[in-house]
């Protein structure tokens, strides 16, 4: 029988082209549909600005909240390589994310080593595939501090 992580790999050509309608219908309804759906964690909206084209563009992504601040994963389902939108972030890391309605200005930032031994384990927890994915890849999965700035 295939793991979910086998399917995710097959699907992925399809689930980009979903994932940007899902963007595009929850901006659209204003954050009234796709934050969340039911027995899955929440979702929010991270704008980043291409490093190197510099186009905008738009990533749902699962997050967990840290006090004042969100925590994104970089896990890209356990793939070698980390997701497009960490490198546009570190060029870019002033930014967007929508929370339902609320729009939040945000400061993006890898988390240090003592920020991640603390933030990691409480991860896995709050959403398991996160910890699934590590079996797949020798990439540490960066976790993504998004600060709101004033």
């Known amino acids: 029988m295939a793991s979910y992580l086998d399917i995710a790999d097959r699907s992925w050509p399809v689930l980009k082209h979903l994932m940007r309608a899902h963007a595009e219908i929850y901006r659209a309804t ?19 600005v291409g490093a190197k084209s510099g186009k905008k563009r738009t990533t749902p992504l699962v997050y967990m909240s840290d006090g004042d601040d969100f925590v994104v994963v970089a896990s890209k389902g356990g793939y070698a390589k980390n997701p497009g ?14 929370i339902g309605r609320r729009r939040i200005p945000v400061h993006a930032r890898e988390a240090t080593d003592e920020e991640r031994k603390r933030i990691w384990p409480q991860a896995v927890k709050y959403n398991k595939p996160w910890g699934d994915y590590t079996s797949r890849t020798d990439r540490v999965f960066p976790l993504v501090i998004l600060s709101p700035r004033s």
């Open 30 to 48: 204003d954050g009234r549909i796709g934050g969340s759906f039911p027995g899955l964690p929440a979702l929010l909206l991270l704008d980043h």
């Open 85 to 98: 939108w960490v490198h546009n972030l570190r060029a870019h890391p002033d930014t967007t994310i929508q």
